[in-house]
């Protein structure tokens, strides 16, 4: 019997109590003589009745016994080498030869790895951390790795071993990682760590780093290969890294892909939403599922490029356990929900997105996390990602937690997060979710529930720190791309580089537009003369961010009404409403987000349980205003004038913003060649004006290229007869102007054509 292990040694190991057990299990060399070594083999096999050790190179298949414990085997063998083996395992009347996990002892993880992580700066560290397939001494497999550095001991649970801890204890690398190599298995295997505190409580936790999870309810992660797919979008990813977004045109539809359609059909019908191709889908179906990757990319992408948006923002598609918060509650942040299908199906979306010219965003929560058993909280028996003094790690209001940003590993694990959606998904923006929340240590707390920074302030630099970090990241490696922050306050230089002091995101939305805005058209059109401040105040500040307008989901839902609801009048002046809005809106400043619904004219508040109001496209008023959707974005990405000047001032040049009298404001915007510029006049009452003089800078003939008022859109079709001559009339400072016919609730585009000369 061997001499060099104790019978303490091997309860360690039965109880699951050594956090190195490769110093015990596997293959150890006993002596060495000149011609011959002796080895011992052990292994500890909690359901086995007997074991064999089948040596391949040697032909001999050795009895283990067990010396120490029922289940704890060993034998030992002489041989001039021994570099490979295998276990037969007697369970019953079952008999399995598998190979034994702690003889492959070397570790994918190196001291620089760890360093790198330790320090924040590990880019890449998915790639390390997880669960990978890969090959050990010629024998395929996975290898787990987790950061659990507080935890007593760690194992892998699996159907490969019944879910039994006792089975696959990993060991504890330079006292932060735990790892383990288990052969033979490979994609597709679902598992989880079972993690031991020192108080002997047990914690089965879903992987931090796994690429992919079972669908709720079950909360496994699975092996998932992200390296298979085979790319069509080379070209589009070389333009984009070539192109400044922020001159070009970005006009983004927002969705959440599983209320947007249900389907019981096997197959839809192309290009959904035609009005004589609509079918419903809703929650009156019992048999109504989700849409696959695959069937979203067959029905949305046509639908988005009959409406002519240039992007899609996804609101949260990472992992999240509960389909009522939206996707914003996540627990497994490198994780593609698996609501919709494989990582692999959400690959070929976004390739398809691409290959039709479609940019793809998605909706990023690093902010807060859930309190859900399998996730982040708690992760190793200690807060671990989470702050522990509740006074900056959760926010009671949300029923989360919030991260600790100051920990270098948890700031690199958010890091190599935005990084992987990019490197992997080929996604070309991210739209961060509550920045504000993240900024301000009192964000939702009362007093006495906050504590200040070291200087005594409510900023949270440590957050300020991580996002600078982060987009100082993405942006070095993929140029071109877009992060979006969702910041409500006025905090400084929100859309400037860190260099500069800001926080460097390259777009923020404009949160005080779209309260402007929506409080404005709420107004019953009389009492908007009084009121003329709310459409023009944001002229004054449109170039100190880079401004994202966005009528997003969060203003249709939770009693707000959807966009058509708020507005006043009767159907047809609520549609005319919309219309003026949304031309505004895409005439101002700033690139453009609205949410789905708001183009045909939902009556109802957003609900994430059930489909969007397809229906409604069966009438004329909903359908002529998706149709005038989709030239109003045309005309937006066809004039250089209304984009590449978002964010200077010499993009923007009031006419006239006084006459509060009409509630009509009138303004240019030019393109990079001052020369090429339109005349925007909008009339937000229903009184129409017949003559209405607009000074304009030069003379000659301006088309009137967009008419809210139109009738191909279910206006008056009150207008300009295709354009007008400009007279010798100085008016608004200019020697020559306008006569225009203003129509009700209406927005006109109108300029110079410079190939028409009078007759």
């Known amino acids: 019997m061997p001499s060099n292990i104790t019978s303490q040694q091997v309860e360690q190991i039965v109880h699951n109590l050594h956090n190195d057990p490769f110093e015990i299990l596997g293959i150890h060399l006993l002596s060495e003589e000149e011609d011959k070594k002796t080895y011992v083999i052990r292994a500890y096999l909690p359901k086995a009745s007997e074991a064999y050790v089948i040596a391949p190179e040697l032909r001999e298949e050795y009895k283990m016994r067990s010396h120490h414990h029922p289940n704890f085997f060993e034998c030992e063998i002489e041989a001039h080498e021994l570099n490979n083996y295998q276990l037969k395992i007697k369970q019953g009347d079952q008999e399995k030869v598998v190979y034994d996990p702690y003889q492959f002892k ?92 020192w108080e002997g ?42 192109t400044d977004p922020l001159t070009q045109p970005i006009s983004v539809y927002e969705l959440h892909i599983g209320s947007w359609l ?91 997105c691409h290959l039709n010219g479609i940019g793809v965003i998605v909706d990023w929560v690093p902010g807060h996390f859930p309190k859900d058993g399998h996730g982040l909280a708690f992760f190793d028996g200690t807060h671990l990602f989470e702050h522990g003094d509740p006074r900056k790690g959760e926010h009671k209001g949300w029923g989360t937690l919030v991260f600790d940003y100051g920990r270098n590993e948890v700031r690199n694990f958010l890091v190599a997060n935005a990084l992987f959606w990019f490197d992997k998904y080929h996604i070309d923006g991210i739209r961060v979710d509550a920045v504000a929340s993240m900024l301000y240590l009192d964000y939702d707390r009362e007093n006495g529930e906050w504590v200040a920074n070291d200087y005594g302030g409510r900023e949270n630099i440590e957050a300020v720190e991580f996002l600078r970090q982060v987009n100082g990241t993405i942006f070095n490696y993929f140029p071109g791309i877009l992060s979006i922050a969702e910041e409500s306050t006025s905090w400084a230089m929100v859309s400037r580089p860190p260099y500069m002091g800001g926080l460097g995101f390259n777009m923020k939305w404009n949160m005080g537009w779209m309260h402007d805005m929506l409080d404005y058209f709420a107004m019953d059109p009389w009492f908007r003369q009084f009121h003329q401040n709310s459409i023009t105040f944001s002229m004054w500040y449109h170039h100190t961010e880079n401004y994202m307008l966005a009528l997003s989901h969060d203003e249709i839902v939770h009693g707000k009404s959807n966009i058509i609801g708020k507005v006043p009048g009767d159907e047809w002046q609520k549609f005319a409403n919309i219309r003026s809005l949304f031309t505004y809106m895409f005439a101002h400043p700033g690139k453009k987000t609205m949410f789905m619904s708001m183009e045909f004219g939902q009556w109802t508040e957003w609900n994430v349980w059930k ?35 978002d964010f200077e001032e010499e993009g923007f040049q ?61 206006g008056s079709n009150m207008g300009n007869l295709g354009g007008k001559w400009t007279d010798e009339w100085f008016f608004h400072d200019y020697p020559h102007s306008l006569d225009l016919c203003l129509p009700p609730l209406g927005v006109l585009m109108l300029k110079l054509n410079r190939d028409k000369s009078p007759n």
């Not at 599922?289 to 009959?306: D, G, N, V």
């Not at 918060?325 to 299908?341: I, K, L, M, N």
């Not at 004329?620 to 984009?643: D, R, V």
């Open 106 to 197: 070397s570790s994918t993880i190196t001291d620089y790895d760890l360093y790198l992580f330790q320090e924040g700066n590990h880019h890449r560290i998915y790639e390390k951390l997880g669960a990978h397939v890969m090959e050990q001494n010629g024998v395929k497999g996975v290898y787990f790795a987790v950061w659990a550095p507080n935890a007593r001991n760690v194992s892998i649970l699996g159907d490969f071993n019944s879910w039994d801890g006792r089975e696959h204890q990993m060991r504890k690398i330079n006292n932060i990682v735990w790892e383990l190599f288990i052969p033979e298995l490979d994609f597709g295997t679902h598992y989880k760590y079972e993690i031991k505190n």
């Open 201 to 242: 409580h047990i914690y089965e936790k879903s992987d931090p780093f796994g690429f992919a999870q079972e669908v709720r309810p079950k909360t496994a992660s699975i092996v998932a290969d992200l390296d298979s797919y085979q790319w069509n979008d080379q070209d589009w990813l070389e333009k984009r890294r070539n």
């Open 262 to 352: 249900h389907t019981s059909r096997e197959q839809l019908p192309k290009n959904y939403g035609k009005q004589t191709e609509v079918v419903t889908a809703s929650d009156a179906k019992p048999d109504a599922r989700f849409l696959t990757y695959y069937e979203l990319a067959e029905s949305l992408i046509p639908y988005i490029k009959q409406l002519g948006y240039t992007h899609i923002e996804l609101l949260p598609i990472a992992e999240h356990p509960f389909d009522g918060s939206w996707g914003y509650q996540v627990t497994g942040y490198y994780a593609p929900t698996s609501r919709y299908g494989s990582p692999e199906d959400l690959m070929y979306f976004i390739d398809q």
């Open 611 to 645: 489909d969007l109001e397809w229906h409604l496209l069966n009438y004329q008023s909903h359908g002529q205003l998706k149709g005038f959707f989709s030239n109003l974005n045309a005309i937006y990405k066809a004039e250089p004038a209304l984009y590449e000047r």
């Open 654 to 714: 009031w006419i006239d913003c006084s006459d509060s009298r009409h509630s009509v404001v009138s303004f240019i915007r030019r393109a990079k060649d001052s020369a090429d510029f339109i005349l925007v006049v909008c009339n937000f009452t229903p009184q129409p004006h017949s003559h209405y003089r607009v000074g304009v800078p030069e003379a000659g003939f301006y088309s009137e290229i967009f008419n809210s008022d139109s009738k191909d859109y279910g």
